[in-house]
């Protein structure tokens, strides 16, 4: 049983790492045994990180910007560069943008889509042949990719590129399961619900007791909470698994 659900000696890439929900899966994934990457945009808060953990996993850093086809295929080509192969991607990266209807502008649209949608698929494509290496009948690469629950419902706050963007990453999910399936690559999607993260700070500041109360199970997420679903998707437990959306919200 401890087999089944071990990522031990697996390679992962985790984007968005150096904070949030990324960093609650990345670390959860090197204390696990596996050598994970962590990509972000900030040198500085990737290193804390590295710091953080200390000898307790091995953690790689590399400075990356998903939001263009260029940076993806940049990032792809030094995964490619230190490893054959890719056992588990997690496309977490994403941006958020919240204003009223009336004055919503045009760069709220570009700057989300970019990374939360197009950023995913570019990735996702350029590291297929990596994955496609590690990917075994008995043992599919994994790709994980992190929606929200505002994919799912109408969200409170006006956040319209957001959400678009998560209902995106969801239906995509399940696009590039069938489509990777044939290859040995599942593709799942994660929809978080109230987490502690660099995006729900300011909320969870000025209504996070509030918003725990909304939760069925009386709180919000927690780290450990987020690094056993993606640890499930990565291990021999979840190999029959894809194109499927696993809410983790406590029942919200």
Request: aromatic letters at 6%; a negative charge; charged letters at 25%.
């Amino acid at each position: 049983m401890n087999d089944l659900f071990s990522i031990a000696g697996k390679t992962a890439l985790v984007t968005g790492g150096g904070s949030g929900i990324g960093w609650m899966i990345a670390e959860g994934y090197a204390r696990a045994g596996a050598r994970v990457y962590i990509a972000s945009r900030k040198k500085e808060e990737l290193e804390a990180r590295i710091a953080e953990l200390g000898d307790a996993g091995e953690l790689i850093a590399i400075v990356a910007n998903l939001a263009t086809e260029a940076g993806c295929n940049a990032l792809g080509d030094e995964i490619e560069a230190r490893e054959a192969k890719l056992d588990i991607l997690v496309n977490n990266a994403g941006a958020n943008w919240g204003e009223e209807y009336e004055d919503f502008p045009e760069a709220a649209w570009d700057r989300v889509l970019d990374l939360n949608v197009k950023g995913v698929f570019h990735l996702t494509r350029r590291l297929t042949s990596l994955l496609e290496k590690a990917g075994t009948h008995e043992d599919p690469a994994r790709v994980i990719n992190i929606g929200s629950i505002d994919g799912i419902q109408v969200p409170a706050l006006e956040t319209y590129s957001y959400s678009a963007s998560k209902a995106a990453v969801h239906h995509m999910s399940a696009v590039l399961a069938k489509k990777l399936a044939p290859r040995h690559i599942t593709v799942n999607a994660v929809a978080p619900g109230p987490f502690q993260s660099r995006m729900m700070r300011a909320t969870l500041e000025r209504a996070g007791d509030a918003m725990a109360k909304m939760v069925p199970l009386g709180r919000i997420g927690e780290p450990e909470d987020m690094a056993g679903i993606a640890i499930f998707l990565a291990s021999r437990a979840a190999e029959f698994l894809t194109g499927q959306i696993l809410y983790v919200d406590g029942g919200f």
